[in-house]
């Protein structure tokens, strides 16, 4: 596989150096790409990143994940109007070892392979510097001039936000000793990112340059947005991350199941390891039947398998037909609580206590006295009559019967639906 190609027919280059594509075809190569620890997880905006370097060692070549230890501790103003927060050394170091767990679930790190994946940490050589041997050495590779003509810094000198400190001004040097450090001491000849990394990027390959005469090389990819050009990866509930103890399996799927045909057809090329074959077919059947949403499904289904697993994929399946399928019961005895509250949010919610149905409750009562889903007794005949009234996916035929604890699944949820399309949860506390 040739990368360069392979990210090209995926829409996933930006910009990239002269000469990249050469010294790829050359040998196998190195290459880095940063992530700043500022939570103990990713989400989705990291995802791009990921996916890169994952191309990059399927394609026989090195992959390094720099965590910024040092970086992070300062926070990078490229794309920001004002300064982070900035995090202690234990806080930094907790976040890059869950980080680290979550991407050897999906990147080759133990193999004895050449080309078998690294992990690094910038606070392990940036601790070692003090602030005058930093001045002296790294400080005088790069102008003032050459940092200032950066958009990162212009942007913000411009009046974007409130102005950048010397901390933040520092970044993009950081940044290219790391580069440089990499350079030396892994024969790191790329580093890759978001196209906002550009001008911290070639500051590397600059420094690179001028101190040691060597040639370095740099590769971005585009910002993703969403067809409607709002931010990718967040909700009115905030970020999708990757941990399943942030955002759910369920919620997870339903992020990817629900967007949009024309952002579909761009994520299931950037997102997944699909064939350009594979996907030119899905995306010919999905414009023949798109109310099959074919690539959605597609596209929800490798993209939770690969960030969790085949199991939850399944589990997040069957809690989506939940509300629309005809075999509740079964469908609800697979899911955790957790997960099914998550299903049923929105839902209007009803609660009974346990002694109150000791000895059962007629449904009518249940249903207009203690959970106020239907207005009246003769409106819920009238939708029983019809067959309109379901119970946990099963018609109800008599309007009195009696419900006690036995009828709740789990012993706790109750699932009433009235007509085809209003859904309410009674659950038993």
Excluded at 24 to 36: N, R, S, V, W
Excluded at 397 to 417: N, P, T, W, Y
Aim: aromatic fraction near 10%; charged fraction near 25%.
């Amino acid at each position: 596989m040739n990368f360069i190609n392979e990210l090209r027919w995926r829409g996933m280059i930006q910009d990239i150096m002269p000469g990249t594509e050469e010294q790829l075809a050359k040998e196998m190569t190195t290459a880095y790409l940063g992530i700043d620890p500022t939570a103990d997880s990713l989400h989705i905006g990291h995802l791009v990143g990921v996916m890169i370097l994952i191309h990059f060692q399927r394609c026989g070549h090195k992959p390094i994940f720099l965590i910024g230890g040092a970086t992070g501790m300062i926070g990078d103003p490229s794309g920001k109007s004002a300064e982070r927060n900035l995090l202690d050394e234990p806080t930094l170091r907790h976040n890059q070892e869950a980080i680290k767990r979550q991407l050897g679930k999906i990147i080759d790190f133990d193999s004895t392979s050449a080309n078998a994946a690294e992990m690094v940490n910038n606070y392990d050589w940036m601790s070692q510097w003090n602030f005058l041997e930093f001045c002296r050495s790294i400080g005088k590779m790069i102008t003032v001039n050459y940092m200032m003509a950066k958009d990162s810094v212009k942007k913000r000198l411009a009046g974007e936000g409130e102005g950048m400190s010397f901390t933040e001004f520092t970044y993009q040097l950081i940044q290219g000793y790391d580069f440089l450090h990499l350079y030396k001491e892994k024969n790191c000849k790329l580093q890759m990112g978001g196209s906002d990394q550009w001008g911290n990027i070639t500051t590397g390959t600059e420094m690179i340059r001028r101190s040691l005469a060597g040639e370095a090389f740099a590769l971005t990819c585009p910002l993703i947005k969403k067809a409607d050009g709002t931010k990718f990866g967040k909700t009115e509930s905030g970020n999708i991350w990757l941990s399943a103890e942030y955002t759910s399996p369920y919620k997870f799927y339903q992020f990817w199941l629900n967007v949009s045909d024309e952002d579909a057809e761009k994520y299931i090329k950037i997102f997944t390891l699909l064939d350009e074959q594979t996907i030119v077919e899905l995306i010919a059947a999905h414009s023949q039947a798109p109310h099959q949403r074919l690539l959605q499904k597609r596209l929800a289904e490798e993209v939770t398998v690969m960030i969790h697993s085949r199991e939850d994929y399944e589990t997040a399946v069957a809690a989506s037909g939940i509300l629309f399928g005809g075999n509740a019961v079964e469908l609800l005895a697979k899911v955790d609580e957790k997960t099914l509250l998550q299903v049923f949010e929105g839902v209007p919610q009803f609660e009974i206590s346990a002694p109150e149905l000791a000895d059962g409750i007629p449904f009518s009562t249940l249903v207009t006295e203690r959970a106020a889903i239907f207005a009246s007794k003769s409106e819920l005949r009238r939708l029983v009559q019809g067959g309109g009234v379901s119970l946990c996916g099963d018609k109800v035929a008599d309007a009195e019967m009696v419900v006690d604890s036995s009828r709740f699944i789990s012993g706790k949820f109750l699932l009433v639906q009235k007509g085809k399309k209003n859904n309410y949860l009674i659950v038993c506390r």
